[in-house]
C-alpha cells in the first residue's frame, strides 16, 4: 500500500465521527496506509489542538508534519495528492468536477443539517419541520445521482468517486438512526436509487473495512443522550 516511506500520514479522528470516517473511506478507497490516532473529544490532544487551532475539531490528517483540516478539503486532497493509487475519486473533467463538489457541500449544509435537527429538535413541531426539509433534501440527492451515475452503480460511476465518500461517511448512522428513531432517511418509495446505493456502497471491502458497527453507534448515541438529559436536569 502506498503512503509509507517519505508520504508519512497521520489521521486524527474519533470512531464515531462521520466526518472522519470520510477521510477513511478515502484513504481505504485510495489504498493508502497511515496511522490512526483516536482522539478524545473531552480531552482533546495538544497535537490536535496544534493542528487545528482554528476548530480544534477531528479530522486533521498529517502528510509529512503538515496538517490538512475539513473532511471534504482532506479528502480532495489525498486524490490530488496520490493520483496514482488504486482509485481517482474527484472526476476529471472540470465541469463534472464542479458538479460533484457542489452536492459535496450539499451534503453537509442541507441533508445532514436538516436530519440531525429532525432527530435531536427540542421540540415537535422543530422536528416536523426538519424532517420536511430532510425529504426535501433527499429528493434532490436522488435527482443529483441520477443525473451524476449516469444509471451507473455509483456517484462516480462504474467505480466509487468523491460524493461516493463523502455521503459514505453516513451509512452506518443511516442505520444507526433507524434503529434509534425509527426513521429511514432513504427508502425505496421516496428515493429508490440512494436505498439501494446505501447497501451497494456498505458492501464494498473498502468500506465494510472502516464503517463502524450501526449497533455499536446506537448505544454511543443513547448513552451520550442519557449524559445530556442528566447534565440538563442537573441544572
Not at 435537527?117 to 426538519?130: D, L, N
Not at 426535501?136 to 468523491?162: I, R
Request: charged fraction near 25%.
Amino acid at each position: 500500500m502506498a503512503g509509507g516511506g517519505e508520504n508519512k500520514l497521520k489521521l486524527l479522528g474519533m470512531w464515531t465521527s462521520p466526518f472522519a470516517l470520510r477521510v477513511k473511506l478515502a484513504l481505504s478507497f485510495k489504498g493508502l496506509s497511515y496511522e490512526y490516532v483516536e482522539e478524545d473529544l473531552r480531552n482533546k490532544s495538544e497535537l490536535l489542538l496544534s493542528s487545528n487551532p482554528v476548530h480544534k475539531k477531528v479530522p486533521v490528517l498529517i502528510h509529512n508534519g503538515k496538517p490538512i483540516c475539513e473532511s471534504q478539503i482532506i479528502v480532495q486532497y489525498i486524490d490530488e495528492t496520490f493520483p496514482g493509487a488504486d482509485a481517482s475519486l474527484l472526476p476529471s473533467d472540470p465541469y463534472e468536477r464542479a458538479v460533484a463538489r457542489f452536492w459535496a457541500a450539499y451534503i453537509d449544509d442541507k441533508l445532514l443539517k436538516s436530519w440531525l435537527q429532525a432527530s435531536m429538535g427540542k421540540t415537535e413541531e422543530e422536528k416536523a419541520e426538519a424532517l420536511k426539509e430532510t425529504f426535501a433534501a433527499v429528493a434532490n440527492l436522488e435527482a443529483a445521482f441520477k443525473e451524476c451515475s449516469k444509471g451507473k452503480p455509483f456517484f462516480g460511476g462504474d467505480t466509487v468517486g468523491y460524493l461516493d465518500v463523502t455521503l459514505g461517511g453516513l451509512v452506518s448512522w443511516m442505520h444507526a438512526g433507524e434503529a434509534l428513531y425509527g426513521m429511514r432517511l432513504f427508502d425505496a418509495t421516496r428515493s429508490p436509487l440512494l436505498d439501494a446505493w446505501v447497501d451497494r456502497f456498505g458492501s464494498l471491502d473498502a468500506a465494510k473495512a472502516v464503517l463502524p458497527d450501526a449497533g455499536r453507534l446506537a448505544e454511543y448515541a443513547k448513552k451520550r443522550q442519557a449524559e445530556q438529559a442528566a447534565a440538563a436536569a442537573a441544572n
